[in-house]
């Protein structure tokens, strides 16, 4: 029995897949888990994670058309063939999407190979920012047409999961909290060797990607306008402010930028900071229900966090006391959060952080997914 999990993506940092396909493999039943996603220049094309993980990324050659919705759709369809044809002969009993856009194709190959078929959302994908107007309106219809086909789904957090249950009356979805596993993370001092700090300077950490609605933008302007040069702020991440944080970092003492990192190094480099910063944008549903990885990587690593007022993430900073919760997503609301978490004992929120961490830890999650499994492997 064989496993295959289908991404949109160029598998870069795609670390919810990869400690699923990790967990997969302690499974005896599993033989082999493939993964496909999208080829890019400069990547390799195979990869063998494991002796029994392997990732295939396909080359399209549609890939360098437009982004028409026309042009789209042909991109999708030779994705959709060469993963048919690549994976026919492999003898796959459960499939897992990570996208709403591959529901059409993941319904389509378990009629074909006779699979299992998991849709694992990482978030709410018919809430977001981005999705408007006739989308909106399709992609709502697409996942309420199909989602009753799949055996199972997946979600990041608990209010998603009500949210589907009680949108589409099915069962109510498993959550699997995107978190590391259970470490105990050495304090280093990369960042004040690297940027050539202080001693007695505070590192705040933003880590991830770098994109609209995750208060990038209000974070650079509180430290632009700060004259307090005893706290900085690193950014570790990529996408689409990468090269604006490079220019400004070059202008301001107090603002640094360090690329990204493989996730299985990643907890070394955060270990490195003091705090950690989520500032989401409660601008759409899939962000005020959001759980982002970020949140958990910093408690394992023993960071206090400053957070945004969203409602789950919110509720379980409260819950632990393990930091501050915005107000609102302001600078003024930023600096606030800042001077109250300096003036509280440090090291009772990093206890109260690292024990969130190992209350909610990949080792717990996985328990529910290899129940998931086994049930469905027994039918497959």
Same mark, same amino acid.
């Given at each position: 029995?064989?496993?295959?999990?289908?991404?949109?993506?160029?598998?870069?940092?795609?670390?919810?897949? =990869?400690?699923?396909?990790?967990?997969?493999?302690?499974?005896?039943?599993?033989?082999?888990? #493939?993964?496909?996603?999208?080829?890019?220049?400069?990547?390799?094309?195979?990869?063998?994670?494991?002796?029994?993980?392997? =990732?295939?990324?396909?080359? %399209?050659?549609?890939?360098? =058309?437009?982004?028409?919705?026309?042009?789209?759709?042909?991109?999708?369809?030779?994705?959709?063939?060469?993963?048919?044809?690549?994976? +026919? +002969?492999?003898?796959?009993?459960?499939?897992?999407?990570?996208?709403?856009?591959?529901?059409?194709?993941?319904? *389509?190959?378990?009629?074909?190979?006779?699979?299992?078929?998991? @849709?694992?959302?990482?978030?709410?994908?018919?809430?977001?920012?981005?999705?408007?107007?006739?989308? +909106?309106?399709?992609?709502?219809? *697409?996942?309420?047409?199909? !989602?009753?086909?799949?055996?199972?789904? /997946?979600?990041?957090?608990?209010?998603?999961?009500?949210?589907?249950?009680?949108?589409?009356?099915?069962?109510?979805?498993?959550? =699997?909290?995107?978190?590391?596993?259970?470490?105990?993370? +050495?304090?280093?001092?990369? /960042?004040?060797?690297?940027?050539?700090?202080?001693?007695?300077?505070?590192? !705040?950490?933003?880590?991830?990607?770098?994109?609209?609605?995750?208060?990038?933008?209000?974070?650079?302007?509180?430290?632009?306008?700060?004259?307090?040069?005893?706290?900085?702020?690193?950014?570790?991440?990529?996408?689409?402010?990468?090269?604006?944080?490079?220019?400004?970092?070059?202008? #301001?003492?107090?603002?640094?930028?360090?690329?990204?990192?493989?996730?299985?190094?990643?907890?070394? @480099?955060?270990?490195?900071?003091?705090?950690?910063?989520?500032?989401?944008?409660?601008?759409?549903?899939?962000?005020?229900?959001?759980?982002?990885?970020? %949140? /958990?990587?910093?408690?394992?690593?023993?960071?206090?966090?400053?957070?945004?007022?969203?409602?789950?993430?919110?509720?379980?900073?409260?819950?632990?006391?393990?930091?501050?919760?915005?107000?609102?997503?302001?600078?003024?609301? /930023?600096?606030?959060? !800042?001077?109250?978490? *300096?003036?509280?004992?440090?090291?009772?929120?990093?206890?109260?952080?690292?024990?969130?961490?190992?209350?909610?830890?990949?080792?717990?999650?996985?328990?529910?997914?290899?129940? !998931?499994?086994?049930? *469905?492997?027994?039918?497959?």
């Amino acid at each position: 029995m064989n496993n295959l999990h289908i991404s949109l993506t160029e598998f870069l940092y795609e670390s919810r897949i =990869l400690k699923q396909t990790a967990t997969t493999s302690s499974l005896s039943e599993i033989e082999y888990i #493939f993964i496909a996603a999208l080829h890019k220049d400069k990547l390799q094309k195979e990869e063998k994670i494991t002796d029994r993980i392997l =990732l295939k990324r396909f080359t %399209l050659k549609t890939r360098g =058309l437009s982004k028409s919705l026309f042009a789209q759709i042909f991109k999708y369809l030779e994705f959709a063939f060469r993963v048919f044809f690549f994976y +026919k +002969k492999k003898n796959i009993n459960i499939l897992n999407i990570h996208t709403l856009a591959l529901l059409p194709l993941g319904y *389509l190959l378990k009629l074909i190979y006779g699979a299992k078929l998991i @849709y694992d959302t990482h978030e709410l994908e018919t809430e977001t920012n981005n999705l408007k107007g006739l989308r +909106k309106q399709f992609s709502k219809w *697409l996942e309420y047409l199909l !989602i009753k086909k799949v055996d199972h789904v /997946f979600v990041a957090s608990e209010n998603i999961a009500d949210w589907y249950e009680r949108t589409y009356n099915i069962t109510r979805p498993t959550v =699997l909290l995107n978190v590391p596993r259970a470490a105990h993370v +050495k304090k280093t001092n990369y /960042f004040k060797d690297t940027f050539h700090l202080r001693d007695d300077q505070i590192i !705040i950490l933003y880590q991830g990607l770098l994109a609209d609605g995750r208060g990038v933008d209000i974070l650079l302007e509180a430290f632009k306008k700060s004259t307090n040069d005893k706290i900085v702020i690193v950014f570790l991440g990529y996408s689409k402010f990468e090269k604006e944080i490079q220019s400004t970092s070059k202008s #301001f003492n107090n603002i640094f930028f360090h690329k990204a990192v493989p996730s299985s190094e990643l907890l070394n @480099y955060t270990a490195s900071a003091d705090v950690g910063v989520a500032l989401i944008q409660n601008t759409c549903l899939s962000y005020n229900f959001c759980m982002p990885n970020k %949140l /958990f990587e910093y408690a394992m690593a023993d960071l206090p966090v400053i957070v945004s007022n969203v409602q789950e993430m919110s509720a379980f900073v409260k819950k632990y006391q393990m930091g501050i919760v915005m107000e609102d997503n302001t600078i003024t609301s /930023f600096n606030k959060a !800042i001077e109250r978490l *300096l003036s509280m004992n440090l090291a009772v929120l990093k206890q109260n952080a690292k024990k969130a961490a190992l209350d909610n830890s990949w080792e717990h999650q996985e328990k529910k997914m290899q129940i !998931i499994y086994r049930k *469905l492997l027994v039918s497959a």
